[in-house]
């Protein structure tokens, strides 16, 4: 008897998206036509921009990006967006920590003056 190929279906959720059951055949990629990746930025937010980065660099997030299971670009994003919203956190507390300071003086000024 003659063994036949048999094709495995898997079935498209979304787990089998995130665990690479499907979508990673190096037989399905293909580039993506202009106007639709154009599309994808734009409903992503994605802007496309050149940098020149340090080798060891490029070669550290590689190496990162193995270990959290993803490309090298999406973890320079993470990174640089952690980056930016700690230093947006970092201003916002040195601006509170003013008014707070501010607000101290202006109740020692008032204090003050009504007991003058």
């Given at each position: 008897m003659i063994?036949?190929?048999?094709?495995?279906?898997i079935?498209?959720?979304t787990e089998a998206w995130e665990s690479g059951e499907l979508g990673?055949?190096?037989?399905?990629a293909r580039v993506v036509d202009k106007v639709i990746g154009a599309q994808i930025d734009e409903a992503l937010g994605l802007q496309m921009i050149s940098?020149?980065?340090e080798k060891d660099l490029?070669?550290?997030y590689k190496l990162l990006g193995t270990k959290y299971d993803m490309g090298y670009q999406p973890l320079m994003r993470e990174?640089?967006?952690?980056?930016?919203?700690g230093e947006f956190r970092l201003i916002a507390s040195?601006?509170?920590e003013k008014q707070?300071?501010?607000?101290?003086k202006v109740s020692t000024v008032r204090k003050i003056r009504k007991a003058a």
């Open positions: 063994a036949k190929n048999k094709k495995v279906q079935e498209n959720t990673r055949d190096i037989k399905h940098i020149r980065l490029i070669e550290s990174a640089l967006k952690r980056f930016v919203e040195e601006v509170l707070k300071t501010a607000k101290t």
